[in-house]
């Protein structure tokens, strides 16, 4: 009796142990997973956009949004682009607040800058707004 209450004791203890030292190695695999996935963004931020079109440019924005953007790029202002789309003003300047939100940006010029720097804009959109101004 004894020595199976011992034999039990040792195999809860080793039990326990192992529990232990998997959730340790489970947080220390999660550790540098992280470390790794920072470092790769630092080197490469472009490298880790998520693309979904098939121009390969990255798919942040909604369908909406988009339309936004390149009304925005075409010279129109919030109400001419409300009445493009039927939508309110308000609505209009919602999709440009998410847009700011989206990019981390400090305000809706920025937004233009970060989606021509991350190729988010299809190239023949801003050869067409370059084409018209001239």
């Given at each position: 009796m004894e020595n199976e209450t011992a034999f039990?004791?040792?195999?809860?203890a080793s039990?326990?142990?192992?529990?232990?030292?998997?959730?340790?190695?489970?947080?220390l695999l999660q550790q540098i997973y992280h470390?790794?996935?920072?470092?790769?963004?630092?080197?490469?931020?472009d490298d880790l956009t998520v693309t979904d079109k098939q121009?390969?440019?990255p798919d942040i924005f909604s369908e909406r949004e988009m339309k936004v953007l390149l009304l925005v790029l075409e010279g129109y202002c919030s109400a001419d682009?409300?009445?493009k789309l039927d939508i309110s003003i308000?609505?209009?300047?919602?999709?440009?607040?998410?847009?700011?939100?989206?990019?981390?940006?400090?305000?809706?010029?920025?937004?233009?800058r970060y989606a021509i720097d991350h190729?988010?804009?299809?190239?023949?959109?801003?050869?067409?707004q370059t084409n018209s101004k001239n």
């Open positions: 039990k004791i040792v195999f809860w039990t326990a142990m192992m529990f232990v030292f998997s959730v340790g190695i489970l947080l470390i790794t996935l920072h470092k790769i963004q630092d080197e490469h931020p121009d390969g440019s682009i409300a009445g308000k609505t209009v300047d919602y999709y440009k607040k998410k847009m700011v939100d989206k990019t981390g940006s400090k305000n809706f010029m920025t937004v233009i190729r988010i804009l299809p190239p023949k959109e801003l050869k067409k």
